[in-house]
């Protein structure tokens, strides 16, 4: 079953389960977070209990008897609580809990929504809660392939381990558990449909001391998958709204997972843009075949960043002042490296010259592209696109 298949971030859950008394994974709505613990996690940590505030039952009984609720805890090694935002209670109770004896790994919280942001229980969890986020199924995982970390910028494979179908595919279908899988493309369009209709009309409308609007919701969420360089104003300007409900509403978008930014590079110019938390949801929503693949690409590497030994430095864009784009460029403090996207099979000297000009500005800057196939030109390693997963 697609939904079974092998995560990357197994290793990395079994790890702080070592030594974090409380771990919290969050990602958004169907990105298999239950199916995780109850089928996949067993495989390699024993001992683990399952209970969900889904269940309205089981969400009366931890909100009224917190406490008796959470006794089990005290005989299982792993107690996993789903959709643990909506009983903020539990937070303030499992911290007592903690306090009294800090055992690793006792409580999994899973979760769609930022748990910090939306009930302000940063401060009382501090130093006993670690965070894992949840992305949609990479490339690899979708195909049960093997995949594994690298050195090279961007996590570029030398020898990619996708067939250009299989990736047009990906673009077209994304990584949702449960939705890449279904062949009938009319059936996986009524899931997204539906899947945004939950997160715009319930998820964001639960949100505690919100005032959102869930029409509005939908259509920012359209503008991020459609437009080039899709940042706060330029939506507010496109929707004719004010610019501070447009912020207000992706940042709750945000906090539930549904969307992620991506800031300019100091070298360039330009504002903090947006991207969809899965590229089937931007092929859902039109989104041009570049913009597929930055998604994609900017997926993979925040997925691997997070899953993988952790990694130095920062992911941006970078903007020239005639408004030119590099897609991607990642900076430590050992090197810079520069992307671009070049989402036509044809490759031109043309579409070389920003990321030589770039190096102007960076002269340590090693520069790479996308493009249809692998090649090399001068200064620039060209990549086919299937590299990127």
């Known amino acids: 079953m697609a939904h079974l298949r092998n995560r990357l971030v197994l290793n990395l859950i079994k790890k702080k389960l070592s ?18 613990i109850r089928n996949l996690l067993p495989k390699v940590v024993s001992d683990i209990s399952y209970d969900t505030l889904d269940n309205p039952d089981t969400l009366d009984f931890a909100q009224n008897a917190t406490l008796t609720f959470l006794a089990r805890a005290s005989e299982v090694k792993h107690f996993a609580i789903d959709e643990a935002q909506k009983s903020p209670k539990i937070f303030d109770a499992i911290k007592y809990l903690v306090d009294l004896k800090r055992t690793p790994g006792k409580f999994i919280l899973l979760g769609s929504t930022e748990f910090s942001l939306l009930f ?7 130093g006993r809660m670690s965070r894992v986020r ?12 093997v995949s594994k ?57 639960n949100i505690p001391k919100g005032k959102f609007d869930p029409a509005l919701a939908f259509r920012i969420l359209e503008l991020i998958a ?8 330029s939506i507010a300007s496109k929707l004719r709204k004010d610019g501070r409900v447009i912020r207000s509403h992706l940042e709750a978008l945000k906090s539930l997972f549904v969307i992620h930014e991506l800031p300019p590079h100091p070298l360039g110019t330009g504002k903090t843009i947006y991207f969809l938390c899965d590229v089937g949801i931007a092929h859902h929503l039109k989104a041009s075949f570049e913009r597929k693949l930055w998604t994609w690409v900017i997926q993979e ?39 671009k996207i070049l989402p036509e099979e044809k490759v031109s ?6 990321l030589r000009a770039f190096k102007n500005k960076a ?3 090693e520069l790479y592209a996308l493009g249809s196939q692998e090649q090399k030109r001068e200064s620039v390693r060209i990549f086919s696109w299937e590299a990127a997963g």
């Open 19 to 36: 030594f974090a008394p409380i771990l919290a994974i969050q990602g958004v709505r169907q990105r298999g977070k239950s199916v995780l």
């Open 134 to 145: 949840l992305y949609p199924m990479t490339a690899a995982e979708e195909l049960g392939l």
């Open 301 to 339: 590497n925040l997925a691997k960043r997070s899953y993988f030994e952790p990694r130095e430095g920062h992911l941006y864009y970078y903007r020239n002042s005639k408004g030119s784009i590099l897609h991607l460029v990642e900076e430590t403090t050992q090197k810079i490296s520069a992307l």
């Open 120 to 126: 302000k229980i940063r401060e009382s969890l501090t």
């Open 349 to 354: 000297e043309l579409d070389l010259l920003l």
């Open 226 to 233: 459609q437009v080039d360089l899709p940042d706060a104003a």
């Open 363 to 365: 002269p340590q800057a």
């Open 149 to 205: 970390s690298n050195s090279n910028p961007f996590f570029l494979l030398a020898k990619p381990i996708l067939s250009r179908i299989q990736l047009v595919r990906h673009l077209e279908r994304g990584g949702m558990p449960g939705i890449f899988s279904i062949r009938e493309a009319s059936q996986r369009e009524e899931f997204f449909r539906d899947w945004l209709e939950l997160t715009c009309q319930r998820d964001l409308t």
